[in-house]
């Protein structure tokens, strides 16, 4: 199936550092790929994997669920993990909800974590109709390209499939039950304008994530999909900071 102008994966081999970058829900790796190249010109190994589902059709993305986008994610880890001494996850949205169950399951294995505006739940009233609603409704209105830099386009859907939806919706509730499992570094960035994912969501993960190393930083002028905005050099230069402050020294 044709994809999205953008929305391709992208890997890069680099050093024995790997990062592992994470798009979200009804997006694409065109959201990540600035990010992603970045990243790999510092010498990190990357790799951006396109979720099941994504960058393509709606009509496609309705036919999967939580399992096919974390068993993507599980094996570009693999991947990662088989090439590098150490991988780190960044994700957006829900690409922020697989790092974080990335993190819960394979333990000291995430050495970091860097998330952009992280989802485990949301506060709107419809997600409690989900159950059925998915039965009788097939998608409702896009939610994608919260951006606040004109111009800027992540190569998301215009509709959301609410049988994929009601699976993600399921899927938070498991990510929020292990999240004091989680000991690895966290950088978590979150927009003050955010019209897709609630304050609440950041306070939810900073308050009951098990990590001693926590650090928070606000977005003044960035949107939702912060890595295409104007506060994205912030987001790069903070990733890189973190991953080589958190990264153990080459031996020699």
Not at 16 to 22: D, H, Q, S, T
Not at 58 to 77: G, H, I, K, N, P
Not at 207 to 224: A, F, Q, T
């Amino acid at each position: 199936m044709p994809l999205i102008p953008g929305a391709e994966p992208y890997s890069h081999d680099g050093g024995e550092v790997g990062v592992l970058v994470l798009h979200g829900f009804t997006g694409s790796p065109k959201s990540m790929r600035p990010w992603a190249e970045h990243l790999a010109a510092e010498g990190f190994t990357v790799r951006l994997p396109r979720l099941p589902g994504h960058g393509t059709t709606w009509q496609e993305m309705s036919l999967t669920r939580w399992d096919d986008w974390y068993a993507e994610v599980s094996r570009a880890f693999d991947d990662l993990a088989g090439r590098c001494s150490t991988v780190f996850v960044a994700g957006l949205s829900m690409g922020g909800s697989l790092a974080l169950r990335l993190a819960e399951t394979r333990g000291d294995a995430v050495a970091g974590l860097v998330l952009v505006n992280p989802a485990v739940h949301s506060e709107n009233k419809a997600f409690v109709a989900l159950p059925v609603l998915k039965h009788v409704v097939k998608t409702l209105n896009g939610i994608g390209n919260d951006i606040a830099m004109p111009g800027q386009d992540e190569g998301c859907y215009d509709k959301v499939p609410l049988k994929a939806l009601a699976s993600m919706s399921d899927a938070w509730r498991t990510v929020k039950a292990d999240l004091g499992r989680i000991s690895a570094p966290l950088l978590l960035f979150h927009s003050r304008q955010d019209h897709v994912v609630e304050p609440s969501n950041t306070a939810y993960i900073l308050g009951h994530i098990g990590s001693s190393d926590v650090e928070d930083r606000e977005l003044l002028r960035s949107y939702h999909v912060a890595t295409l905005d104007y506060d994205a050099p912030d987001i790069f230069a903070g990733s890189v900071e973190f991953i080589r402050k958190h990264a153990p020294a080459p031996a020699g």
